[in-house]
Nanobody, 123 residues
Framework: QIKPAQSGGGSVQVGGSLRLSCEVV????MGWIRQARGQGREVIAV???????NYDDSVKGRFTVSLDSAKNTLYLDMNNVQPEDNGRYYC?????????????????????WGLGTEVTVSS
């Protein structure tokens, strides 16, 4: 299975914006997962094959997940970035579809993962 290919990330100041990109083989559910240093994985945004999106409360209203179907690229637009957004961000795809496509379903149903990209928020 082809792994998602991530790009973007880096350093951003508090209140700034950043875009993460991920070239994918589209699946039933695609998501962005954040892992802060020393913490577990947190699903923060998902995009279902029909265009339905779902967000963790910590990013709702600030982050937007979208898909460019022509480019097979999943995006995460991060606005008003805050210190708690520090972490490594992974793009992942669930090709099986046995689980619901919401942030509450956790990260275990994603079978194909990108390598991740670091986001560092500075004040």
């Amino acid at each position: 299975q082809i792994k998602p290919a991530q790009s973007g990330g880096g350093s951003v100041q508090v209140g700034g914006s950043l875009r993460l990109s991920c070239e994918v083989v589209r699946g039933r559910c695609m998501g962005w997962i954040r892992q802060a240093r020393g913490q577990g994985r947190e699903v923060i945004a998902v995009y279902e094959f029909d265009g339905t999106t779902n967000y963790d409360d910590s990013v709702k209203g600030r982050f937007t997940v979208s898909l460019d179907s022509a480019k097979n690229t999943l995006y995460l637009d991060m606005n008003n970035v805050q210190p708690e957004d520090n972490g490594r961000y992974y793009c992942a795809v669930d090709h099986q579809g046995y689980s619901s496509c919401t942030v509450y379903a956790g990260a275990d149903h994603f079978g194909s993962w990108g390598l991740g990209t670091e986001v560092t928020v500075s004040s």
